[in-house]
């Protein structure tokens, strides 16, 4: 039976592979807010490479710790970039993300 810390770190692997997928996919939605927040236009791209990155570290016990960090810069930078645009509703999951990252650093192989 799997530990509560590495269960937690596979729901934020399928959470970050999710999130890279849409951001790799690239709907009309995601470029509009990329647009209204001034970023390039091709930088959902990049945001989505970074979390499909985020979510391979994270999947494997011996990266784990890099997928935690990578996932937590990625979500911080997300919190920012939302809460400066004002749209707090949406900043909210992004605080339990952050929040169960402190757990899923125990799931690592040490």
């Known amino acids: 039976m799997p ?18 997928a849409i951001h790799l996919a690239g709907p009309a ?7 209204d ?3 390039p236009p091709k930088f ?4 989505g490479a970074v979390e499909l990155l985020a979510a391979a570290f994270l999947a494997m016990p ?6 935690v960090a990578l996932a ?18 949406y900043a909210v999951p992004g605080f339990f993300i952050l929040a169960a990252l402190i757990p899923a650093t125990l799931a690592g192989p040490f």
């Open 72 to 89: 937590g810069l990625v979500t911080f930078f997300a919190e920012i970039t939302l809460l400066s645009h004002k749209q707090y509703a």
């Open 37 to 39: 927040w001034d970023l």
């Open 3 to 20: 530990s509560i810390p590495t269960i937690i770190a596979f729901i934020l692997t399928a959470l970050f592979a999710a999130a890279a």
């Open 62 to 67: 011996i990266t784990r710790f890099w997928g």
């Open 44 to 47: 959902h791209r990049v945001t």
């Open 29 to 35: 939605f995601v470029r509009r807010a990329y647009k």
